[in-house]
């Protein structure tokens, strides 16, 4: 940043390269790129390493938003919490202020990494950017947050529904952009209309992110801290209006197995070849949703 220039002050380098490290810190954490490893087993699963190889620029701008909104959820003013992939969260090292900055830094990363799509492929960068924007803003994880923070407020009100459309959106949609973004660089390889089956795509991650928030909120009341790398039994505490408490731990650690089982059917259907590559992701999927890692 800034290197053009011989006159820069020995303390803006500092902060230049503060700056950079406060960026690197939650995404070198260790989180388990769920996401980037969905987005790029199904562009393999549809059209080999040439859709694989393209789609480690989508693949890295998902993980980016989804760090950021990690970043921003743990703060004070959100979900204020101190643990985060193991480790302190960012607000905690870094300060709020900071952390709020890195968040905003991460989203804006995730469209610089999109512009590296290259050139010849116009018209899937112009897709992964409004498919990747529809499910990141105002319409997808961010009202679903704004709906966290409303429920929270309003919990009298608030039924099962309302909860699961909230988790539709601020937690599947980054789901469903997984699936629809891999499939995207594959149709692009393919000579395919770019959106072809993207809604049954989009419809197994937002099945796949309501039972993985489900699975979480089960597992938030079941498992310690030192498992979790997350702080344990916050939801309790918050009083969170979570699945459990909507549901009952049995009912909805269920919900949790037959929306698992119906993107599993809608998997197979969209992938009936067995080959190394659908065998991977259909693997991967199962492995995600009973938590094996
Ligand atoms: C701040 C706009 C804004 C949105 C925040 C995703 C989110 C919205 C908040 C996170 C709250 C939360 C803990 C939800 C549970 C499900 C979930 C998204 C867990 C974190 O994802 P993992 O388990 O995390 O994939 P790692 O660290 O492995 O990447």
Redesign the pocket.
Known sequence: MCSETSEISEATKRWSKQCSQAHLYPMA?G?????PLLLLLTAHSLGGKEAMALAKWPAMAL?CV?????V??DLPC??NDDL??GRPTTHKVYGDAKALLV?DGLLTGAFACLAQIPADHGPLLQACIARLSKA?GAQG??L??WM?LSAAADSDNVTWDDVSLLHRL??GE?FAASFVLGAMCANALNQKTLSENCNQWAEIGYKIGLA??II?DVLDETRPSSIL??TAGKDATQNKLTATRLLGLKPATELAHSLSSEAAVTLNKLLPAENDATSLLKSFVNQLLERKF
């Open positions: 954490a989180g388990k790129r769920v996401r993980e989804h760090t950021y909104s990690l921003h959820d959100m979900d985060r992939r968040g990141a994880m961010v679903g947050q966290d601020k937690t980054l993985f928030q979480d790398g997350k």
